[in-house]
């Protein structure tokens, strides 16, 4: 099997949409010998940050000396972003193989049952593996969506990650902040640790009331770990984390956003909880520097200066405009922004009211994208300023430029779809 065919394969599942529940991956990973269970687990969920948090906790490990293996979802611009071993992509041939192996086993399923695997499904058997074969110490395992259902709840997460819990998916989750914490707060199990971020009263609620309930330990953010001294540095932020055991200076963490030193908080308490003591001082410095986070202000060009950043709700938005406010001189930005239809757009682009001279409304090709002119009508309503509609990112990346011109700035948002797109038409342009 070859990449095109791999790709392909995955491909065919899509259809299934989302069908939430684990009695099918489940069954899968039965004939395929529980690779889930291989290793101990990092489980993250959350409404925000999730991803990022992922990745630090992953350069942690690494920089600590471990085989790591790392799940994200969704992909910013190729499907073989999901599986990460030590922080670095599998290749295209490294997928294409570790799609072949699991490919009988689906084939044997779909005979067996009668039912097909949804594509997130096959995704995450696909991750769980290739950690198996690649003997990885740690799996660090992203959740798609909510948590109590999720395809990756099939693990046992030793260390259960709550980055934050904000209103989002309400016809998936619940229409409530209770609601929506009870499904993320369920992948803590008798054998975890509960790490939650920066929660909502009501969200911690639920958390501390899941974590009496299993009697496992509950670190909160703000209580039994938080940051310390933060200040802007050149291209990030430097600072002090108090973890759970120990306190860690001299860190510098080279993203954009002051909201990321608090990720790195909450992934600096998961890896000692992992461990159970306090972790190696060098390590955390070389981890903390060697963080990415791909797609989240994320600097790509600089004639215009054009910023990723895929906030996608408004607790996101908030972040995002704080952050423009915070750490870049330009005060007016061209937006290009797209948003996928379950999302309360009007409300995401009102936290942008006044740092915006003009906006490109925009799509991508896909089934839950909000049309390009319903953006463009939605921006209307809460910002005065001129707005184009440009279907497709590769053309409203150009009318960007021609209205922020040169010496200018751009801002990619709504989606992570869009800003997936936006960073290969700007980074690879050729592929």
Do not use: C
């Amino acid at each position: 099997m070859n990449y095109p065919e791999a790709v392909d394969f995955l491909d065919t599942h899509i259809g299934q949409g989302v069908q939430p529940g684990l009695d099918r991956v489940r069954a899968l990973m039965e004939m395929m010998g529980d690779p889930q269970l291989a290793a101990p687990v990092i489980h993250l969920t959350g409404s925000n940050g999730k991803t990022s948090t992922a990745r630090m906790i992953t350069s942690l490990l690494v920089a600590h000396g471990l085989r790591v293996g790392t799940f994200i979802s969704p992909h910013l611009e190729k499907i073989e972003e999901r599986l990460a071993l030590d922080g670095v992509y599998a290749t295209e041939d490294e997928f294409a193989e570790a799609v072949a192996d699991i490919v009988p086993f689906v084939q044997l399923f779909e005979d067996r049952t009668g039912q097909t695997p949804t594509y997130f499904e096959l995704t995450a058997a696909l991750a769980f593996s290739y950690f198996a074969a690649n003997a990885v110490d740690v799996a660090v395992v992203e959740v798609g969506l909510g948590g109590r259902l999720d395809a990756t709840n099939i693990v046992d997460g030793r260390v259960a990650v709550v980055t934050g819990i904000s209103l989002e998916h309400t016809s998936w989750l619940g229409n409530s902040i209770e609601e929506i914490a009870i499904e993320k707060l369920a992948i803590a199990k008798e054998s975890s640790v509960l790490i939650t971020g920066s929660l909502p009263e009501a969200a911690y609620a639920v958390a501390a009331a899941r974590a009496e309930s299993l009697g496992i330990p509950h670190r909160r953010f703000g209580a039994e770990y938080h940051p310390e001294f933060v200040t802007m540095a050149v291209g990030g932020w430097a600072g002090s984390v108090s973890g759970v055991y120990e306190t860690y200076d001299e860190l510098l963490l080279p993203l954009h956003g002051r909201h990321q030193f608090d990720n790195l908080a909450v992934a600096i308490a998961a890896v000692e909880e992992l461990t159970g003591r306090a972790l190696d001082l060098d390590a955390v410095r070389e981890g903390t520097a060697a963080a990415t986070s791909p797609g989240r202000l994320e600097v790509v060009g600089r004639r215009p200066l054009i910023l990723l950043d895929g906030a996608h709700n408004t607790e996101a938005f908030e972040l995002l405009s704080e952050a423009l406010a915070t750490e870049f001189l330009p005060e007016e930005w061209v937006v290009v922004i797209g948003a996928m239809g379950d999302k309360d757009l009007e409300a995401m682009i009102r936290n942008l009211d006044g740092q915006v001279s003009a906006v490109v409304a925009t799509s991508v090709d896909y089934e839950r994208a909000i049309p390009a002119d319903r953006v463009a009508d939605t921006v209307s309503l809460v910002l005065d300023v001129p707005v184009e509609t440009v279907v497709g990112i590769p053309p409203a990346l150009e009318a960007a430029r021609r209205l922020a011109g040169a010496d200018g700035a751009i801002l990619v948002t709504g989606s992570l779809y869009v800003v997936g797109e936006a960073r290969t038409a700007l980074l690879d342009p050729l592929r």
